[in-house]
């Protein structure tokens, strides 16, 4: 991992005291590796008035919101900082006065979520661009009583762990290149990617953090320390709940869970607990960026289509750590590691797709396809002028026929509407099967 800004924020420096605030300037360092969205940011500040950068807690949004403010020689408000975070609640509107500094940049918003009505105030007296740039670690829609002061006002971009292109200093295009021009992946140009360094960048994950430790083992420390941290901090600001130490066990249950449709009858009665309790730790697990749901697709294709959504973990080392998959598992060929890894295949492949949708040109609307008779497609992309992609995704070396089932099936419904489909996999070589239809490497989506 090259020049990622570890810093703890409290190692700054106030520029000034005000009130006993820390704004703390932005970071001058070693230069970070570029996040993609970065630019989305810039851009998106020319054009609204409040911007909101969210994601999963440690996933590197100060460190983002430092290279923003680097650029435009502004302070950061701290709200990790307990001083700043007590005077700022005592009086919020000081806080986003256009007079005191502009563009206003705060980090961690939602520890004092009255900032989301005292910026509304302000955007009603001025409603210019690239007024405010905020970031939090829990999802907007989810925050207590202030979840819609800024409807209409404010635009959210989430903000996921790096991607492999990141990682690797490259900017990707898959997603758009399956979209426009599919026949791409026929090109005969074979994979030097091996299964090892597929099992290698899966169990790592892309959380800043853990990528910077050199063993297995301290990666899973950091990881049952950063499930804590949010048990003990983010969950309790969404909602004060009941049984808290059940909520790891869940997480840990909802992992087991990654890539499949989600079913909280199965983990309410393998805990013996109310299925209620399930369903509230499961938009609690969301809420704060550990899981994420993928909706059933094809509402108007069939009645014979299920809808129930699938479940993913945010990060596939999130995801080892909870189901204890080693490598040292892996090399043993442990029957339930290897099923369980091909799952993490396949969050690992959907989730670096749909980081590719932060910087796609194209909005898109994410799900997937499943019939009552376990016909499949792992992840379905479709446009706001209604062209579709599919991807299914395989934790095998080869490919066989029945593997183009479910996008055979899903190309022939739609039509013209099918743009392209693909399934990828473990293996060397990328081919065109028949019409619109292809498989190709799986790391065609980052290559």
Request: charged letters at 25%; proline letters at 5%.
């Amino acid at each position: 991992m090259r020049g990622y800004d570890l810093r703890p924020r409290g190692g700054t420096i106030c520029a000034f005291l005000c009130y006993g605030v820390c704004m703390r300037p932005p970071i001058t360092a070693n230069p970070p590796i570029t996040r993609h969205l970065q630019q989305v940011i810039e851009h998106r500040l020319s054009e609204e008035p409040v911007v909101s950068i969210t994601g999963p807690r440690t996933v590197g949004k100060s460190t983002l919101l430092q290279a923003v403010a680097r650029q435009r020689g502004v302070n950061i408000l701290d709200l990790d900082d307990l001083g700043t975070r007590a005077a700022v609640r005592a009086d919020p509107s000081y806080y986003v006065r256009a007079e005191r500094q502009e563009p206003v940049f705060i980090d961690e918003f939602q520890h004092v979520p009255e900032l989301l009505d005292a910026i509304k105030a302000e955007l009603n007296r001025d409603r210019r661009p690239g007024r405010f740039l905020i970031t939090g670690s829990t999802r907007y829609a989810t925050l207590p009583i202030t979840s819609q002061s800024l409807s209409g006002r404010l635009h959210v971009a989430t903000m996921w762990p790096f991607s492999q292109g990141e990682l690797a200093g490259r900017r990707e295009t898959f997603l758009d290149n399956l979209l426009t021009t599919p026949d791409y992946l026929s090109v005969v140009e074979p994979s030097a990617t091996q299964r090892p360094e597929y099992e290698d960048m899966v169990l790592a994950g892309g959380f800043p953090l853990p990528l910077e430790r050199g063993t297995p083992e301290s990666r899973s420390r950091w990881y049952g320390d950063f499930v804590r941290a949010v048990v003990e901090r983010d969950v309790l600001e969404v909602r004060q709940i009941r049984q808290r130490d059940l909520f790891p066990l869940v997480l840990r249950r909802l992992a087991g869970q990654t890539a499949q449709v989600l079913v909280t009858t199965k983990i309410a009665n393998a805990m013996g607990v109310q299925h209620q309790l399930i369903g509230d730790y499961v938009q609690l697990a969301e809420a704060v960026f550990l899981v994420h749901r993928l909706d059933g697709y094809g509402r108007t294709l069939s009645a014979k289509i299920a809808h129930k959504p699938k479940v993913h973990v945010v990060d596939t080392g999130l995801g080892a750590h909870l189901l204890r998959i080693t490598p040292e598992r892996l090399q043993k060929h442990d029957a339930t590691a290897l099923t369980e890894f091909g799952h993490l295949v396949e969050t690992f492949a959907v989730n670096e797709v749909i980081k590719q949708s932060a910087w796609s040109g194209t909005r898109m609307v994410f799900s997937h396809y499943r019939t009552k008779e376990g016909v499949e497609v792992d992840l379905i992309a479709e446009t706001d002028d209604d062209r579709v992609i599919g991807i299914e995704v395989k934790a095998a070396g080869t490919v066989s026929g029945d593997d183009f089932r479910g996008l055979r099936q899903l190309r022939d419904r739609l039509g013209e509407r099918f743009v392209g489909g693909v399934v990828l996999y473990l293996g060397t070589w990328p081919y065109r099967a028949e019409d619109r239809l292809y498989a190709a490497p799986l790391d065609r989506i980052w290559k």
